[in-house]
């Protein structure tokens, strides 16, 4: 059985599986345009960037692929406004609004004709989203890499967001392989989004070290750590998180200049600079994000073969009808 279409708004995505927006600079043009061009939904993250940068990451994202590319911002980040508002200038496909909620980005992305799909942990705030014009929302579950809005598991939310709303549920958080889609397809998501899996990939921005620290990753290596931005994020176990776990990681200003990039900063650390680091392949004092299967990843892969097994697996399961329904499971 073929793996059906996504269908956003006017949006038709030839296969079910967005590629997670990953900040800060994991996925940008070479990530987000490999996995349009296989069929998926790429997107760019524009968490910690400035407009400049996003706007040309759009601009070679759309240069290699007719396919469909997004933009994730966190609502968190103080550049939020400009950071959509320029990615509609540039006819960016569709907007990915994480961390936070935000009312004013319904009225900006109505306006320019583009559908919005905010990330949501629970029913509350995927009603409000499709009250507000949400095409459609991610549903992320505990297991997700990076900033955590539940410790609930994606089993566990997904039927009773599919439920609580009528536009399409895309499932979140833990999902690595097709026979993952196909059991997330069967408990009603219309598509499922998958971060990890793409950060490991070879086109995936960051330094060959990160890939290489999440290849080694042992189940146990994943941690909770506390975020400026107030929320619970997933990360694995380095030096830099071990200092956190302590309670010792350095206060911002010490590494690098802070620049205010937050809404809403704890100014327990600096984590725009952590991230950074990881990015660029500093596994001392970089933070690594991560989703809670990690420890399954045991090779980097071009985007190409990433997909190819995807839908093999999915074809794989759904052709001996063993995907059930994870209702209750
Ligand atoms: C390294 C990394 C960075 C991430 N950065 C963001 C981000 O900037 N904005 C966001 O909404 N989600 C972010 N996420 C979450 C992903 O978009 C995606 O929803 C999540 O990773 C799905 O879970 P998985 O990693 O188990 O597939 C990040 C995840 C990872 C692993």
Redesign the pocket.
Same mark, same amino acid.
């Given at each position: 059985m073929n793996m059906p279409s996504l269908e956003i708004g006017a949006l038709s995505c030839a296969l079910p599986v967005i590629?997670?927006?990953?900040?800060?600079r +994991? =996925?940008m043009a070479p990530l987000a345009a490999a996995v349009a061009k296989e069929g998926g939904v790429g997107?760019i993250? %524009? =968490?910690?960037l400035h407009v400049p940068e996003l706007v040309s990451e759009i601009r070679k994202a759309k240069s290699l692929t007719d396919g469909i590319i997004g933009v994730? +911002?966190?609502v968190a980040c103080r550049e939020f406004k400009q950071l959509v508002q320029a990615a509609l200038q540039e006819r960016i496909d569709l907007v +990915? /609004?994480? /961390?936070g909620f935000s009312r004013d980005v319904f009225k900006w992305c109505a306006e320019a004709k583009v559908p919005i799909v905010p990330?949501v942990s629970g029913e509350r705030v995927a009603r409000l989203a499709e009250k507000f014009g949400a095409a459609a929302v991610?549903v992320?579950?505990t297991?997700? @890499? %990076?900033?955590l809005g539940t410790d609930e598991s994606l089993k566990s939310i997904l039927p009773r967001i599919v439920e609580a709303v009528k536009i399409p549920v895309i499932a /979140? %958080?833990?999902?690595?392989n097709g026979f993952d889609i196909a059991e997330m397809l069967s408990a009603g998501a219309s598509g499922v989004?998958?971060?990890?899996?793409?950060?490991a990939s070879v086109e995936s921005s960051?330094a060959d070290e990160f890939k290489q620290t999440y290849v080694n990753a042992k189940p146990e290596d994943v941690v909770l750590i506390e975020s400026p931005v107030g929320m619970p994020g997933?990360a694995l176990l380095t030096p830099f998180t071990r200092k956190l776990l302590a309670g010792k990681a350095p206060p911002p200003n010490t590494l690098s200049r802070c620049v205010a990039c937050l809404n809403h900063c704890k100014k327990n650390y600096c984590i725009i600079d952590a991230?950074v680091r990881?990015q660029e392949g500093d596994m001392e004092d970089g933070l690594?994000?991560? @989703? /809670?299967?990690?420890g399954e990843i045991s090779e980097i892969l071009p985007v190409s073969e990433i997909i190819k097994n995807l839908v093999r697996e999915y074809e794989e399961k759904m052709n001996l009808g063993v995907a059930q329904p994870c209702v209750g499971s």
């Open positions: 590629q997670g927006g990953m900040a800060v +994991i =996925s997107v993250a %524009g =968490s910690g994730n +911002i966190m +990915i /609004a994480g /961390a990330v991610v992320e579950g297991e997700a @890499g %990076g900033h /979140a %958080g833990g999902v690595l989004q998958m971060g990890t899996r793409f950060a960051a997933r991230l990881a690594v994000f991560c @989703g /809670a299967r990690v």
